[in-house]
């Protein structure tokens, strides 16, 4: 009769197998988004102005990196989730065991509408308790009516200019 251990040892290579096979998308993960922050990194060391954000492409998501680095490198924690279906949050951030919401538009003037969005998309989490507020970055300005719409809410909005002082 075989033993317990008999198979054991002469099946251990399988588990071994397994496991690897597991982990292995999980450190390749882990692996490129840490290239991606290195590019990102030193990319943002090159194009310290804002004219050179205002020039990123891909949909936003370019913009949507170098906000979360800017704000990586104020001590939040940041990772970026916009994409379609984000719900009007691109980046979640924490810092000091507080959460906060981040929506990035690439725009030359930011419309009431955008902010009331974003503040639809994050208002309940806030009530709640899930957020301690959100930040609208913008590569631009925002209008007048925009500014007096967040007077009561947990909205920071930063523009471009305020953002490129963020960067130093």
């Given at each position: 009769m075989i033993s317990f251990w008999q198979v054991f040892k002469s099946l251990w290579f399988v588990g071994v197998i397994a496991i690897v096979v597991a982990v292995?998308?999980?450190?390749?993960?882990?692996?490129?988004?840490?290239?991606?922050?290195?590019?990102?990194?030193r990319w943002l060391?090159?194009?310290?102005?804002?004219?050179d954000w205002?020039?990123?492409?891909?949909?936003g998501r370019e913009f949507e990196k170098i906000v979360a680095l800017?704000?990586?490198?104020?001590?939040?924690k940041t990772r970026v989730v916009g994409g379609a279906g984000d719900g009007g949050i691109d980046i979640k951030a924490e810092k000091d065991g507080k959460r906060f919401f981040i929506?990035?538009?690439?725009?030359?003037?930011?419309?009431?509408?955008?902010?009331r969005a974003f503040w639809g998309a994050i208002e309940n989490k806030i009530k709640k308790g899930r957020a301690e507020k959100g930040f609208f970055v913008t590569t631009g300005i925002f209008t007048d009516t925009s500014e007096e719409f967040?007077?009561?809410k947990q909205i920071e909005l930063v523009d471009g200019l305020k953002l490129e002082k963020l960067k130093k």
């Open positions: 292995f998308p999980i450190l390749i993960n882990i692996l490129v988004r840490k290239i991606e922050e290195i590019k990102w990194k060391e090159k194009h310290k102005a804002l004219e205002k020039k990123l492409g891909g949909n800017i704000f990586k490198n104020s001590g939040y929506q990035c538009k690439q725009m030359d003037k930011v419309k009431p509408d955008d902010v967040v007077k009561d």
